[in-house]
């Protein structure tokens, strides 16, 4: 099937109320009704397009959702105050006391942390596999087990998961596939191939300019609204609704998404390929040598690339962090956790956005000291950037003549 989301994106069309070329912001918490009978069944959920209080809906929500649902080509989306406000409403609202879930090793550490400490309370059990090695995903999957989880591009690793396979094994055992495409927004549709739920923090690349938390589930109408029911859905009830003036502002910074994305991809493959070459350790699904790289070719979108995000091992932590200082100190980028913004963002995984891993299971999944994770910003000149990481690797004596010395 011809990937055409991003078209049907750039198709949609919202006007503001005095003909503005953006649409009106919803500036109410709560809407006035003419009769009494359509308040009532609007709380009832049987009204289309009524409003009735904005934790349950509002317009700037809803123009958000739609155009994330256009990008993912799924029926309906609907959006969070955060990825994890996104995350854990979907999971509490598939899961009950007693079930059981089968997830990857290597997700965010968030999502990782919520899993396997706060869901342990509400008696729900979580498996977390090599979710590229599908024979263990399925031995895995009992009778209580209510999802499969995973991220499409994992954290931080970079591992890609085989959707169609993933999906084809859950349609066997009558689950959903749940992902979550905060890496590979475009590059890889994961609804096309045969996702049913996908998550995304829009924090990251969907918004991209590091300025506000938010989350989006896109699924079917009947998911969505689930989620939103006044009586038992989870979004709802937890309350973690995104604010309408955040909501206005991502749907302006979506518009130029498709050509973020493309020179994240860009930068990155053009650093990925100069690091591998000075003998460095790179991971990056663009490149040949990535475990991951003919999954990711298969399923991605061709123009977008491989995504942002690469990571090299240095070696050890010390080294880790004195590149890192360095790196920052020339204004290379940032020692900041959070990926998708315009400049370079650069974090060691094993001791911030992954530190809650334990550090026995970080060894096991190859999350070593000296890795550090790249979001690779969309420097208009990569190749000096390039030039000067170099440099500083050679000062720190990471890199010399071509051979690594750690
Ligand atoms: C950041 C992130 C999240 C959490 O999103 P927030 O917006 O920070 O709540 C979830 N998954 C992935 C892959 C992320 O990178």
């Known amino acids: 099937m011809k990937y055409k989301s991003a078209a049907q994106l750039q ?20 809407y006035t009704f003419l009769s009494a009978k359509t308040m009532f069944d609007t709380f009832e959920g049987n009204t289309e397009g009524c409003y009735l209080y904005s934790r349950h809906s509002s317009p700037s929500n809803l123009y958000l959702g739609e155009a994330l649902a256009a990008m993912e080509g799924t029926e309906a989306a609907n959006v969070y105050a955060s990825g994890m406000g996104a995350i ?15 997830t990857s090793r290597t997700i965010y550490g968030g999502t990782y942390a919520f899993m396997k400490n706060f869901l342990k309370k509400y008696d729900i059990a979580t498996s977390f596999v090599d979710i590229t090695n599908l024979e263990k ?87 969505c609204l689930s989620l939103k029911d006044v009586n038992e859905g989870a979004g709802m009830l937890f309350g973690s609704t995104l604010d309408s003036l955040r909501a206005a502002s991502i749907l302006k910074n979506m518009r130029t998404l498709h050509i973020r994305i493309k020179k994240h991809s860009e930068n990155a493959m053009h650093l990925a390929q100069c690091f591998e070459n ?40 010390e080294k880790a962090n004195a590149l890192m200082e360095m790196m920052q100190h020339k204004n290379l980028g940032y020692l900041a956790v959070s990926l998708g913004f315009y400049k370079t963002l650069f974090s060691a995984p094993g001791t911030s956005t992954s530190s809650e891993i334990p550090e026995e299971e970080q060894q096991e999944m190859g999350l070593t000291d000296g890795l550090i994770r790249f979001s690779v910003g969309l420097d208009n000149d990569i190749h000096k950037t390039y030039l000067d990481m170099k440099a500083c690797m050679q000062e720190l004596d990471i890199l010399e003549g071509g051979v690594i010395l750690t």
Do not use: R, W
């Open 88 to 102: 854990s409403a979907v999971i509490m609202q598939l899961c009950n006391a007693g079930d059981h879930i089968v």
């Open 11 to 30: 198709e949609l069309q919202y006007f503001g109320e005095f003909g503005g070329v953006n649409p009106s912001i919803s500036d109410s918490s709560t």
């Open 137 to 223: 995903v399925a031995s895995q999957i009992t009778p209580k087990t209510k999802m499969i989880y995973c991220e499409v591009v994992s954290n931080p690793l970079l591992e890609v998961a085989d959707i169609k396979a993933m999906s084809a094994l859950a349609k066997k055992h009558g689950i959903p596939l749940v992902v979550d495409n905060t890496f590979s927004p475009l590059s890889i549709g994961a609804a096309h191939l045969g996702a049913d739920i996908v998550i995304h923090s829009l924090t990251k690349f969907i918004n991209g300019t590091s300025d506000c938390v938010a989350g989006a589930v896109c699924g079917t109408s009947e998911f």
């Open 278 to 317: 000075d003998g460095l350790k790179v991971g990056y699904p663009g490149l040949k040598s990535h475990k991951g790289h003919s999954v990711f070719k298969e399923q991605m979108n061709t123009e977008y690339g491989f995504g942002g995000l690469l990571t090299i091992d240095v070696g050890s932590l």
